[in-house]
């Protein structure tokens, strides 16, 4: 894909969600990390359901330590690996609380030094809580990084370097969830549906795989 291709990529993204965000609830940079922290293996739809009404009670690091682990555990139990994020959570709360001052840090090094906060996780929290222009490229910007010939790679690592190196810089604060939402609502795995593509003239398969 050309410079100019890219342009017309994200221009037209913009123009079909001028405002695009993140699908996971929540109130304040804590129940952001924590969200994201449980979106592992589970949708955000599920997440949403069951942080609705946890949130409620839980707002900083010291309510999840007030809450104890085991009580943690129960309210997590609807999803996948339930029982590892919430000692992930727990623990993460701890070290927010002791070293933190209760608050979510702002540097990836900090980030990626918390239980369960992979590079993924925090890019998210870098971009939507602190306005970074970070990549945090799941399975949906993998495929569609590759399958359109914006960014191609072999790793996660691979594209995610790509992507910052070739979005005009424009578009980089929104280009995560333009991606995210693309490749969960159209440029979908199994059947994609390249009739709704506002790119797919743009796009190296170009409506190949209907």
């Known amino acids: 894909m050309t410079p100019d291709q890219r342009q017309q990529f994200f221009e037209r993204l913009q123009a079909a969600n001028p405002h695009p965000g993140t699908e996971l609830h929540y109130h304040n940079t804590f129940q952001l990390l924590m969200a994201v922290m449980l979106s592992a293996q589970s949708t955000d739809r599920r997440v949403n359901q069951v942080t609705q009404p946890l949130f409620e009670q839980l707002k900083t690091p010291a309510d999840v330590l007030a809450l104890g682990l085991p009580a943690l555990e129960s309210a ?6 339930y029982r590892t994020k919430a000692r992930h959570v727990y623990a993460t709360a701890q070290i927010l609380e002791q070293h933190h001052g209760g608050l979510v840090p702002a540097t990836r090094e900090a980030l990626q030094a918390l239980p369960g906060v992979g590079r993924k996780t ?47 810089p424009s578009f980089l604060n929104h280009a995560h969830h333009w991606l995210i939402l693309h490749g969960r609502y159209i440029c979908r795995a199994r059947k994609p549906d390249c009739g709704l593509c506002p790119v797919m003239d743009l796009c190296a398969t170009g409506g190949s795989l209907v």
């Open 122 to 168: 925090a890019n998210v929290v870098l971009n939507v809580a602190f306005g970074q222009p970070t990549m945090a490229v799941d399975t949906h910007i993998f495929r569609v990084a590759n399958r359109t010939g914006l960014a191609p790679g072999k790793t996660v690592l691979a594209v995610e370097t790509t992507l910052l190196q070739v979005i005009p």
């Open 76 to 81: 997590l139990r609807q999803l996948g690996l």
